[in-house]
């Protein structure tokens, strides 16, 4: 066999190989359109730094954590952390799998961030994957004409605590990667949980 002869099947096998993975990949993004993405639960919540454990209320709060908040209500700001976990379920026979994620979260209609979790994430077949979105924002500044009580009774329902209800709007699009060019799916996968 003549060495441009193995040097053409070679290309060829590599190019074969390559076009596999790439199929493959975009199998596995397509898979996402048939994945379904559920609110699952928020969880290491903080305010002021202080963790609000599950149906925590201002009175658990001691007179140290007390003070913290009202000079956090005087100078009107409420720092907050938590993470908006999302179940990603796949029925398919084979993974579905992203490099990446934009996201879009709100709270009661107001929008509190949107950017990207630069995390791949990859849901086995016929499987449930837990996705954590980490949030920080301030609620003062995100809901600024409201009464401080208002927006320290929203801080305490993401704890579970008794109050109004708050929606939690979720926007998400996930992105692969095929050689060195990202891919994003067409449109926002979308998922509303009212926190009753």
């Known amino acids: 066999m003549s060495k441009l002869k193995k ?25 996402f359109a048939t ?7 928020l969880n290491q919540i903080q305010m002021l730094g202080v963790n609000l454990s599950k149906g925590m209320s201002k009175s658990d709060l001691n007179a140290s954590q007390l003070l913290s908040l009202a000079n ?3 100078s009107k700001q409420l720092p907050v952390t ?3 976990n999302l179940d990603v379920k796949n029925p398919n026979s084979i993974a579905a799998s992203m490099a990446k994620m934009d996201y879009i979260i709100s709270l009661n209609g107001k929008e509190v961030v949107s950017t990207t ?5 990859s849901v086995p077949a016929n499987s449930t994957n837990i996705v954590s979105i980490p949030i920080r924002t301030d609620l003062f500044q995100l809901f600024s004409g409201e009464s401080a009580d208002a927006i320290v009774s929203l801080a305490f329902k993401l704890a579970g605590a008794n109050s109004n209800p ?8 996930p992105y692969i990667t095929i050689g060195n060019q990202q891919l994003a799916y067409p449109d926002y996968i979308t998922i509303n949980k009212t926190l009753q």
């Open 117 to 121: 979790l630069n995390n791949s994430v």
């Open 7 to 31: 040097t053409l099947i070679v290309l060829f096998v590599t190019i074969g190989l390559a076009s596999c993975d790439v199929l493959n990949q975009v199998a596995q993004m397509a898979n």
């Open 72 to 74: 956090a209500i005087m």
């Open 166 to 173: 708050v929606n939690i709007g979720i926007k998400v699009k």
């Open 35 to 41: 994945c379904s993405f559920d609110f699952n639960s």
């Open 82 to 84: 938590f993470n908006v």
